[in-house]
């Protein structure tokens, strides 16, 4: 099954604690993104990746991390938690090129509280 | 960048009535609009998108229109059931671009 899979699902963590989330696709997809859903504001992209070895900032980058040394795989780090970063997180991916290109498919969501 | 303003933030509709959320968009080179659908404790999926060389696009009990005079852009939804119940995303993409910038969401709940 085509699907974009993301762990932990659930974390409760407290300030300082270094975390990763980890994100995963079987597509093949060249695009990998992280947004984050907070209420009120929507889906606001954290950082994202058009193929490996290559990121970009979103619009809310600040106090994350990502790497893409891998094509399927996208983790988010979280160097330094802090409260501001509870949040529900979103991992997605798509194609550049074809008929799907950039429909995105979304993981099922990560949620994170920072004490 | 692009802004993407989205209205109403909530919707209540009787089952069988129709729902309409509206987006506007402020950079005029976006050329692709979808909306996503989020349902409880899931990931946002894409249900129907639009080119800018097109004005309207239908599947089914739900259609899309978009003005690219005016930069806005809105969803259908006819004969509503409860299971069309969740928050509805629209999103913009520039030409040549590939991220989207999304509005804030719309809570549809429809009552049987």
């Known amino acids: 099954e085509a699907q974009v899979t993301q762990n932990p699902r659930y974390l409760i963590t407290v300030t300082g604690k270094k975390l990763t989330v980890t994100c995963s696709q079987n597509?093949?997809?060249?695009?990998m993104s992280w947004y984050r859903q907070d209420p009120g504001l929507g889906l606001r992209q954290i950082y994202y990746?058009?193929?490996?070895?290559?990121?970009d900032k979103g619009d809310v980058p600040e106090g994350y991390k990502v790497s893409r040394k891998e094509k399927r795989n996208f983790p988010l780090i979280l160097e330094s938690p802090s409260p501001n970063q509870t949040s529900l997180y979103f991992c997605a991916s798509s194609d550049l090129r074809g008929p799907v290109a950039n429909v995105l498919t979304f993981g099922a969501g990560s949620r994170l509280t920072v004490l | 960048g692009e802004n993407v303003e989205q209205h109403p933030s909530t919707l209540s509709v009787q089952e069988g009535d129709s729902a309409v959320i509206k987006c506007t968009y402020s950079?005029?080179?976006?050329?692709?609009f979808p909306w996503y659908k989020q349902e409880l404790g899931k990931g946002p999926q894409l249900i129907i998108d639009?080119?800018?060389?097109?004005g309207e696009k239908k599947d089914q009990r739900i259609a899309v229109t978009l003005n690219k005079t005016a930069k806005h852009f809105s969803l259908h939804i006819t004969e509503t059931q409860p299971e069309d119940s969740a928050v509805y995303f629209c999103a913009a993409r520039k030409s040549g671009y590939s991220t989207l910038t999304f509005g804030k969401g719309t809570m549809l709940l429809v009552s049987p």
């Open positions: 597509m093949n997809h060249e695009y």
């Open positions: 950079d005029s080179a976006s050329n692709y």
């Open positions: 639009i080119r800018s060389n097109v």
């Open positions: 990746s058009m193929n490996v070895e290559v990121t």
